[in-house]
Structures are given as structure tokens and as C-alpha cells.
């Protein structure tokens, strides 16, 4: 009777770390280098990140360029409206000086200077700050890019955005991006809510907030979708949600969280 304890404690304790989930580095290694910069996502890559994850958003000419704000003035100083401004015009500003004096006459990319960065076997994690009119042009970059079907996922809080690249390309992964919060006694949205969003979208996982109920991450997982949280730079956190079975980890410390893994 003892050794059978024993066996079931030990299968419980491995079971307990047989997640292994993916290190993403949240717009790029962006505790030392300057967030969705080339040198924020290569040194995500030196750093033994599984993936990067990057914002995007059209210019007032059809480009993608990576940048989180609707508007340049918190990095840059000048107020710009991405959707209203050249890439050329854009590409004047400097997007890396506030970060670091080194980082001095770094130039915001296109999606396809950060595809370029991606090596064999890692993945990004484009997410969508606009809305579904990115997805074609999107599309067309993703093509010309070379990369394989499983090293570009898709997360977005745009169900439509969801919805129509993956109507046209149901071979990428694409995650719903949701922000859960305690409201008063209860969570929100409900867990209802959720699965039957991630259903109507078509996404293949939620990607939210570490810090949600675990009867919310097991329904989620017991549906049969992915579970993925961000933004993780606490070890022990890190560790909790391993204990939870979470396929990735957004993080801006990518290598702090994986030697803490």
C-alpha cells in the first residue's frame, strides 16, 4: 500500500511539470531593449526565447509597422496617428533613444523586417491593434515572408479580426485576446462568455491575464482550446502556471523566466 502511494505521488509530481510551455518575449525582450524593435526581438532570440510577440498596425499608406499605440507620442515624444501617417514619415522618428542612450536612431519596422529576424523553428505572435482591414494585407505579408504556417500565430481582442484570417487561413493558430477582472463578487466576462466566443471566432485558444480562476483555465482546456497569459515576470508565478498545464508564457524578462523553468 505505501509503494503504491509513493507511485501515485511521484506520477502526481510529474504530471505536476510535464507542461513545458513556450517562453514568448513580450514585444521582444522589452525589459532591455526598446519594445517591437528589431533589437528588442533579436535579443529576445540570443536570449533563448520559443517566440516573440509584436503589435501592428497599418499606416496611412498600407504598411504594417510594428508599434503598440494608436499614436507615437509616448516613445517618441511627436504625436503621429499611425493610421493617418506615411511609413515614411514614421520612419523619421526615433523609437529607441527612451529607452537607452544606445539604442539612439533606432527606426520603427515593418512586418517584414521582424519576420525576417524569426529563426527555424521559432514562432511570432502577431497581434492585431487595429482592425480587420489588416487581415489581407496581412495575409500577402505572411506569404512573401517565406515562414512556415505553424511559426505565425495570430492574437487579437478583435473577434471579427479572429474570424476573417481564419476563414482564410485556417492553418495558422489564432488566440482571443480577453481581459478577465473581478467585478464586485464575480468574473467577467463569464465563463459562458468565453467559450462560446472562442466557438464563434473559430480561435484555437485564449490568451488573457495570468492572474484568472483555474476553474476558468480548466474549462478552457477541457473544451479542448489552448490556454496562454501574459505578462508573466515573476518566476514564481511562472512556475504556478506550469503547475497548470499553460502552453505559453508572454514575458518580458524571456530569459529570467525560462532559467527560472
Known amino acids: ?47 533563448g526565447a520559443d517566440a516573440v510577440e509584436g503589435d501592428f498596425l497599418l499606416t496611412g499608406d498600407g504598411k504594417i509597422v510594428c508599434f503598440h499605440d494608436k499614436d507615437t507620442k509616448r516613445l517618441t515624444g511627436q504625436k503621429l496617428d499611425i493610421s493617418k501617417t506615411s511609413f515614411a514619415d514614421l520612419q523619421r522618428l526615433d523609437v529607441g533613444k527612451w529607452k537607452d542612450e544606445k539604442f539612439r536612431g533606432t527606426r520603427m519596422p515593418l512586418i517584414s523586417n521582424v519576420f525576417a529576424t524569426i529563426p527555424q523553428g521559432k514562432k511570432i505572435f502577431v497581434e492585431v491593434k487595429c482592425g480587420p482591414e489588416i487581415v489581407e ?63 464563434d471566432c473559430q480561435a484555437d485558444g485564449l490568451d488573457s491575464y495570468f492572474a484568472i480562476p483555474q476553474d476558468y483555465t480548466n474549462a478552457v482546456m477541457d473544451s479542448g482550446y489552448e490556454w496562454h497569459a501574459w505578462t508573466v515576470n515573476d518566476p514564481q508565478v511562472a512556475k504556478e502556471l506550469v503547475r497548470r498545464s499553460i502552453s505559453s508564457i508572454t514575458t518580458d524578462r524571456p530569459m529570467e523566466i525560462r532559467k527560472a523553468l
Open 1 to 47: 500500500m505505501a509503494l503504491r502511494y509513493l507511485y501515485f505521488l511521484v506520477l502526481s509530481y510529474l504530471n505536476a511539470y510535464a507542461s513545458n510551455p513556450m517562453i514568448v518575449a513580450h514585444r521582444g525582450s522589452s525589459h532591455q531593449a526598446p519594445e517591437n524593435t528589431l533589437p528588442a526581438f533579436e535579443l529576445a532570440w540570443e536570449q
Open 137 to 199: 494585407p496581412l495575409i500577402k505579408e505572411i506569404e512573401k515572408s517565406g515562414l512556415k504556417d505553424d511559426q505565425v500565430v495570430l492574437i487579437c481582442f478583435n473577434q471579427d479580426v479572429i474570424k476573417q484570417f481564419k476563414k482564410a487561413r485556417p492553418q495558422h493558430k489564432a488566440y482571443w485576446l480577453c481581459r478577465i477582472k473581478k467585478k464586485k463578487e464575480e468574473w467577467a466576462p463569464s465563463l459562458n462568455k468565453i467559450l462560446s466566443t472562442l466557438k
